[in-house]
């Protein structure tokens, strides 16, 4: 994963991956590979409808409209975009035509971070904003070290790979 500007909006570039999840008495086990090996699948968010891309982008900070009213942003120090109605939040993204965050972005995220942590509670290693029910300013991770950083405190933002609050 890596870190890429188009005009004013961040994103982390995911390469496409493979995955397998086999199941036994004691549980699961995650695998991820970069090559086709029998029994691996093709990452999910690498995948739309019969199109296969080679990389994903996926914003680096929540969608904001720091650029303009008409257009979804993802950029460092702006309020987040909320009390959108739905329809009107699918119709701004519509605007970026790619990069859209969706569930099968967040499942493979997820995939990969409990192969990287070894961990499924993502909040044991860094607890993210959990002790207000409003909303922070983007960019609340740019001044920590890593990739992958936040505390155990309950009063700052986290990211993952550069992926902030995913």
Do not use: C
Not at 108 to 118: D, G, S
Not at 136 to 144: A, H, K, L, S, V
Request: proline share 1%.
């Amino acid at each position: 994963m890596h870190d890429v500007s188009v005009g004013t909006d961040k994103f982390v570039n995911v390469d496409y991956f493979y995955y397998k999840i086999d199941f036994n008495d004691s549980g699961m086990k995650f695998a991820i590979t970069g090559y086709p090996y029998k029994g691996y699948t093709r990452s999910l968010m690498h995948f739309e409808g019969n199109k296969e891309y080679n990389s994903k982008l996926i914003g680096k900070y929540e969608a904001s409209f720091a650029n303009s009213n008409a257009d979804l942003a993802s950029v460092s120090g702006a309020s987040v975009a909320a009390s959108i109605t739905l329809a009107s939040a699918r119709e701004k993204a519509a605007n970026k035509q790619n990069n859209l965050y969706s569930f099968r972005e967040h499942e493979m995220l997820q995939l990969l971070y409990a192969v990287e942590f070894a961990e499924l509670d993502s909040q044991s290693i860094f607890k993210g904003w959990t002790n207000s029910d409003h909303l922070i300013q983007t960019g609340g991770t740019d001044e920590m070290l890593g990739t992958s950083r936040g505390s155990s405190s309950e009063n700052t933002a986290m990211a993952y790979r550069g992926i902030e609050n995913w």
